[in-house]
């Protein structure tokens, strides 16, 4: 054997070797998960919650006496706000990414269909989110709101918040078509993610006012503003870099297998993806 051919032969060894470590190699995921929320159906009942609630404070002034016609004029401005409400609604997207902090462990496998077993996760919560406002110089009030109406010949004050909580775990098998720069992963998976919305609302109203606005609050059904599923998935991620420090985009094509969903009908949507940087070993 001539030096030249040893030498190829030594390259094409080397490079089949260093594609087999690549293809097995482990690592961390560090980054961004995004996942989406369907709100078709919650859309739907911002009318009907809006409409309950304005009933039971129509029911609150005419139990105090106010004049039919009055209650009349009041009962023609809550149809007119419901209806710009609605009409401002019906183009509002449907389906909207909701962000989440998080990160993956790769564990490496040496076989010819499965390169990689991923394990990832992501969390948003309302701590979460000041912490980040906060180092980039932005304060976000607590409360959110906290502000004093003019009833007349009383003041009532109403201070809310909102608590938020999304998640999401993942378990999938991948495929790497590398070469060196640029890679491509093929991905299959199952998924659990879901959100909470929780608002929080302390009042100080007039005696008479407290029976038709805990009526009101109840018909907003504020503590029924959840969505969660259990999903199968699968997915392609392009990454950008040396083998062992890249750059990635992924999309994932999601299908919920059991929903969990509360009065508002909120529903985890059908795609979701990530960003970020992995490190691989």
Request: one cysteine or more; aromatic letters at 6%; charged letters at 15%.
């Amino acid at each position: 054997m001539t030096h030249r051919s040893a030498a190829a032969s030594a390259l094409i060894a080397l490079a089949f070797l260093a594609t087999s470590t690549v293809a097995c190699a482990s690592g961390f995921d560090f980054g961004c998960e995004f996942v989406s929320l369907d709100l078709t159906g919650a859309l739907s009942r911002v009318p009907v919650a809006l409409g309950d609630a304005s009933n039971a404070l129509l029911a609150m002034l005419a139990d105090q006496g106010m004049a039919p016609d009055g209650l009349a004029q009041v009962e023609a401005d809550f149809a007119s706000a419901i209806a710009g409400v609605t009409t401002s609604l019906s183009s509002f997207p449907t389906l909207v990414p909701v962000p989440l902090i998080g990160g993956a462990l790769e564990i490496g496998l040496p076989l010819v269909i499965v390169d990689e077993i991923r394990i990832s996760g992501g969390m948003l919560t309302t701590d979460l989110v000041r912490g980040i406002a906060g180092v980039a110089g932005v304060e976000i009030p607590e409360p959110l709101l906290d502000q004093d109406f003019d009833l007349g010949e009383e003041t009532a004050h109403v201070a809310a918040g909102l608590d938020v909580s999304a998640w999401a775990v993942s378990l999938e098998a991948a495929k790497r078509l590398d070469a060196f720069l640029l890679a491509l992963n093929l991905s299959a998976g199952l998924d659990y993610a879901g959100l909470a919305i929780r608002p929080t609302i302390s009042r100080q109203v007039p005696a008479e006012w407290e029976g038709g606005i805990d009526a009101a609050l109840g018909a907003l059904h504020l503590d029924d503003i959840r969505a969660a599923a259990f999903s199968a998935h699968v997915g392609a991620r392009l990454e950008l870099g040396v083998p062992f420090l890249r750059l990635y985009a992924e999309v994932r094509l999601v299908q919920p297998i059991v929903e969990w969903v509360g009065w508002w009908d909120l529903h985890v949507g059908g795609l979701a993806g990530s960003l970020g940087v992995v490190i691989r070993f």
